[in-house]
């Protein structure tokens, strides 16, 4: 008997049919460290389902916890009536920039996109979804929890909070200047124009009383650049 | 016979059992002139599609002639080889803040989100291909097409353009502060963490020759705080 060490293999997501990257290969990732980055540097996501042959596609923030994502929403919803135990495809994106070349077709976007696809499960139980829901809040938000009216029953009784284990997955992304400097002797502009998404300050709400004052991870998170 | 004169009632997309708003429905809209303005200002647009019952939800940049979407890609992606004919729902949302209430389950996100339904053809005839990619270019980058390499017919092979008419479509949107001003004796921070998607200046390719600068029409658009 062998024992094997780990590789980037053991850490990938399998290649099927379903998503295995076609346009562009070599941009793609199927590695979990690469399609968690994405994943927990998005402020929200993408959740495709089918209802009788049609697509919809709903935005909705979502957490992650190992290689569960997790998102929620109202009870009355469309989805949530409908999604568990459902095939779904949630897609991450975040758009870093336009790149612009010297012809039309060679302009591009740089990117990072994260396709996962998964089986909708709603977490069942009040305690169950009320842990969940209190990992949303750490994660975004951390020790603000505690600070909080505590969660009441209705509430409870009024969310879902759906999960899906990562089946599949793949990351695809695109960084850096154009790719078309062979043609250079085009006399005409080329570079990236770059896009930021940032968190801008804090505006507190007008009934605060004044001695109270914008939390230390608040802050902390505003200045971090982060998004989340 | 009577003229009557056009109301916002003409202006609207159906409501139908497919885009009928259940959650929150003071938070929709039906109108032509919201659910353009959500499209017209979001770099990307989300693309759902089903292939043998499973949804796929491809993120893409879009654009739009009057009450048509228009997206592109490589004739190589399993979507445009498999989506000409297809029912799709094509997503546009932009986050613009974190809204922290009292309690757990009134926190929220000031967003805008249109979500659209139709059926994707595939444009036919390089000449409408190009034409098509150039409306395009010219609403991102007014000016741009003229002054590029001219396209050349094998690039334009490569390419699909598809677009949908818009047959349904809601916009939901959440602006301002927080729900709960009426649970103001919780001592904790409430207010909203604003989020801003911006274009962060410019940075020329390496290759471009000292004597081109940035063209007036990119300066603007990066000047305007418009994203496209």
């Known amino acids: 008997m062998t024992t094997e060490s780990p590789t980037d293999e053991w850490l990938a997501f399998p290649k099927t049919d379903r998503s295995r990257i076609r346009r562009e290969p070599h941009l793609g990732s199927y590695l979990h460290s690469d399609v968690y980055s994405v994943v927990d540097a998005s402020p929200l996501c993408h959740v495709g389902y089918v209802i009788d042959g049609q697509p919809f596609v709903t935005p909705t923030m979502h957490w992650r916890k190992g290689n569960r994502l997790y998102w929620h929403g109202s009870i009355g919803s469309r989805f949530l009536r409908q ?6 495809c949630i897609t991450c994106s975040l758009v870093d920039g336009y790149v612009l ?3 039309a077709l060679n302009h591009a976007v740089n990117y990072r996109s994260a396709m996962m696809f998964g089986v909708a499960h709603v977490v069942e139980g009040l305690e169950e979804t009320e842990r969940a829901l209190r990992d949303f809040m750490d ?11 505590p969660v009441q029953e209705k509430e409870l009784k009024a969310t879902s909070v759906l999960w899906m284990e990562i089946e599949e997955a793949t990351v695809k992304s695109r960084s850096g200047d154009p790719s078309d400097a062979d043609e250079a002797h085009v006399p005409v502009w080329a570079g990236v124009i770059p896009m930021e998404t ?3 300050g804090s505006r507190t709400a007008p009934e605060v009383p004044e001695s109270i004052g914008l939390p230390g ?5 505003i200045a971090s650049g982060r998004l989340r």
């Open 83 to 88: 999604v568990d135990g459902a095939r779904v």
């Open 101 to 103: 070349a010297r012809s």
């Open 139 to 149: 994660g975004l938000f951390p020790e603000r929890w505690d600070s909080l009216r």
């Open 198 to 200: 940032v968190l801008a």
């Open 217 to 221: 991870p608040l802050a902390g998170l």
